[in-house]
């Protein structure tokens, strides 16, 4: 008998796990009367497994370095050593920024950057790891209590490569040294034949499972994530997912789901063209928020819209769509907006709040990991967003 959209829909509320290739049908389907009844099922499924509370969390992104050896086809942040625009923060400007952040109440700092080899010359063993070692520990000897999320799983893994070291070691000292969880990011597609079209220089997917389970036997835990809407099909999509579901069902160590979809405005020409637009389709966007929902939940049991890559208004939608975060306030973002995104690089935990009531929820702060934060603690702790980095305090180039 041929599956219907809404015999998928009923197992999924009756509590079984729907299989890959039904949750591409979900994603396949373009009918708006379908694609309401996908969003209601995701909406009731979020009302079930988390209730009508929407987090977010008060961070700070600190990208320390956009030169990068890769060339990912979809990443307009990246620079060469030399180029104008490129960049690598010192570790006096890391800790300014750290220190901004926690004046404005931030718990988090979320650090990423580009790979760049190099950084072995600024430390005296020579080894790669080092490096990232002495980041570390700058920020945590200064602010022990601050979250820091940091390092994607390429980012270890290219780590582990140049310094000629298990991936498991590498881990260790991090998690050691301070890390207290990762990104889940460089996932992109989980699926090679779309992997290798789209960054055939990155970590390949058994490597990144591998990455991530091990950081979560390590325990350090990791968000999960989707970069959607360029040349995958709605199958591999699921297929993404279904990994990551795996993964989830192995280890438990994803504490979200995260989509990210493809901004293609100022990001190289030739993935830009075969996309052939230059933001997000905000409804594509909704639907796969609401099959991730309908397909991980309640194995992830958070799931988040991307602001910066959908603006307030769109990921406020998505909280219709099977959400329960609406992220964080960032303060300053360059990899989304390097490509030409338009939701913005800082939202005050004000507009967060605001947006989440809009939406008629009920708004909380909360840690990297899901913890309630006290609403004294919160209100107390917030600086004067008016004058937030992102309005100019703070100079990427200082
Ligand atoms: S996505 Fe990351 S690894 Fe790929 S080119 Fe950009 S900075 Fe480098």
């Given at each position: 008998?041929?599956l219907n959209?809404d015999?998928?829909?009923e197992k999924?509320l009756?509590?079984?796990?729907?299989?890959?290739?039904?949750?591409?049908?979900?994603?396949?389907?373009?009918?708006p009367?379908?694609l309401e009844?996908?969003?209601?099922?995701?909406?009731r499924?979020r009302?079930?497994?988390?209730?009508?509370?929407?987090s977010y969390?008060?961070?700070?992104?600190i990208n320390?370095?956009?030169?990068?050896?890769?060339?990912?086809?979809?990443c307009?942040?990246r620079?060469?050593?030399g180029?104008?625009d490129?960049y690598?923060l010192?570790?006096?400007?890391?800790l300014?920024k750290?220190?901004?952040a926690?004046?404005y109440?931030a718990?988090e700092i979320?650090?990423q950057g580009g790979l760049?080899?190099?950084?072995r010359?600024?430390?005296?063993?020579?080894?790669?790891?080092?490096?990232?070692?002495?980041?570390?520990?700058?920020?945590?000897e200064?602010?022990?209590s601050?979250h820091?999320?940091?390092?994607s799983p390429?980012?270890?893994?290219?780590i582990a490569e140049e310094?000629?070291l298990p991936?498991?070691?590498?881990?260790q000292?991090?998690r050691?040294a301070?890390v207290?969880?990762?990104?889940g990011t460089?996932?992109?597609?989980?699926?090679e034949?779309?992997?290798r079209?789209?960054?055939p220089?990155?970590i390949?997917t058994?490597?990144?499972?591998?990455?991530v389970t091990?950081a979560?036997e390590l325990?350090?835990?990791?968000t999960s994530?989707l970069?959607s809407?360029?040349?995958?099909?709605?199958?591999?999509?699921?297929?993404h997912l279904g990994?990551?579901?795996?993964i989830?069902e192995?280890?438990?160590?994803?504490?979200?789901?995260?989509?990210l979809?493809?901004?293609?405005l100022?990001?190289?020409?030739?993935l830009?063209?075969k996309v052939?637009r230059?933001?997000?389709e905000?409804?594509?966007?909704?639907l796969t928020q609401?099959?991730?929902r309908?397909?991980?939940g309640?194995?992830i049991?958070n799931?988040?819209?991307?602001?910066?890559?959908?603006g307030?208004?769109?990921?406020a939608?998505a909280?219709?769509?099977?959400c329960n975060?609406?992220?964080?306030?960032l303060?300053?973002?360059?990899?989304?907006?390097?490509?030409?995104?338009?939701g913005g690089?800082c939202q005050s935990?004000?507009?967060?709040r605001?947006?989440?009531?809009?939406?008629?929820?009920?708004?909380?702060?909360?840690t990297?990991?899901?913890?309630?934060i006290?609403?004294?603690?919160a209100?107390?702790?917030?600086?004067?967003w008016?004058?937030?980095?992102?309005?100019?305090l703070?100079?990427?180039s200082?």
């Amino acid at each position: 008998m041929p599956l219907n959209v809404d015999t998928l829909l009923e197992k999924a509320l009756d509590g079984y796990a729907l299989s890959v290739s039904e949750a591409g049908i979900l994603l396949e389907q373009k009918d708006p009367a379908m694609l309401e009844s996908i969003r209601h099922c995701a909406d009731r499924l979020r009302s079930q497994q988390v209730g009508e509370r929407v987090s977010y969390v008060i961070n700070r992104n600190i990208n320390f370095s956009n030169i990068c050896v890769q060339h990912c086809s979809f990443c307009a942040f990246r620079q060469d050593e030399g180029d104008r625009d490129a960049y690598w923060l010192d570790f006096g400007t890391i800790l300014e920024k750290t220190q901004e952040a926690v004046g404005y109440g931030a718990t988090e700092i979320c650090m990423q950057g580009g790979l760049n080899p190099k950084v072995r010359e600024k430390v005296s063993s020579g080894r790669v790891l080092d490096y990232y070692l002495a980041l570390v520990r700058a920020i945590k000897e200064q602010f022990p209590s601050i979250h820091l999320h940091a390092f994607s799983p390429q980012e270890s893994f290219f780590i582990a490569e140049e310094d000629n070291l298990p991936i498991a070691k590498v881990l260790q000292e991090l998690r050691d040294a301070g890390v207290n969880s990762m990104p889940g990011t460089a996932a992109e597609v989980l699926y090679e034949p779309v992997r290798r079209r789209l960054c055939p220089e990155k970590i390949n997917t058994e490597d990144w499972i591998h990455t991530v389970t091990t950081a979560h036997e390590l325990g350090i835990p990791t968000t999960s994530t989707l970069l959607s809407g360029h040349i995958e099909t709605p199958l591999e999509r699921a297929i993404h997912l279904g990994v990551l579901r795996s993964i989830q069902e192995r280890t438990g160590g994803f504490s979200e789901f995260v989509l990210l979809p493809y901004v293609a405005l100022n990001a190289p020409k030739m993935l830009r063209n075969k996309v052939g637009r230059d933001q997000p389709e905000l409804l594509d966007s909704l639907l796969t928020q609401a099959v991730a929902r309908i397909f991980l939940g309640p194995l992830i049991a958070n799931h988040q819209p991307s602001w910066v890559k959908l603006g307030l208004a769109g990921a406020a939608e998505a909280l219709y769509w099977g959400c329960n975060d609406i992220g964080g306030t960032l303060m300053e973002e360059h990899i989304t907006s390097s490509a030409g995104a338009q939701g913005g690089t800082c939202q005050s935990p004000e507009d967060l709040r605001k947006a989440i009531v809009e939406a008629e929820r009920i708004p909380y702060q909360r840690t990297t990991l899901y913890e309630e934060i006290g609403a004294h603690h919160a209100l107390s702790a917030l600086g004067d967003w008016e004058k937030a980095p992102a309005k100019g305090l703070i100079n990427l180039s200082s």
